[in-house]
């Protein structure tokens, strides 16, 4: 991965000798595999023992978790926040297991579309739910560096799951807590 970093740089125009890029290849190569882990990461593994019985039936919101991800399209970052919600059905799973999947799904090359959806159906799969919701609010910078340049365009990904797709109570309580 590195001599093809030090290809990319070289062709466009610059001179890999030069002092400040005599080591970017490498740090591009290990950023690269930093920001790419997810391919790795296996949600069942992240889990880690971190589900409880619980009489609880009441939503579970975790909301504004940092996300980090590559446009599959142009390789540039997308960031912002998700909001998981979810409806118990005897198991709640430990609260910081959401940032985790979060980061196994967003640090993969990705369109924000399928990362909400990825992210819902992992939660959905791994606890049992009786529904869940993710919604996820972010910035891209092939919108704001390139192509159209709108700085301020913010786009929002929902997918819904179980009761939230068919309860528009649950599904407006979702959004309530979240913009709270």
Sequence with gaps: MENNYKNIIESIGEDIGREGLKNTPKRASEALKFLTEGYGMKPEKLMNDALFDCDNEGIVVVKSIELYSLCEHHLLPFFGTCHIGYLPNKKVIGLSKMGRFVDAFARRLQV??????????????????????????????????RGVQKQNAETITMSMRGDFEYDMNMRSEFERLVKK
């Design 112 to 145: 924000q579309e399928r990362l909400t959806g990825e992210i819902a159906e992992c939660i959905e799969r791994v606890t049992g739910a009786k529904g869940v919701a993710v919604m996820i609010e972010a910035q891209h910078l092939c919108m704001m560096m």
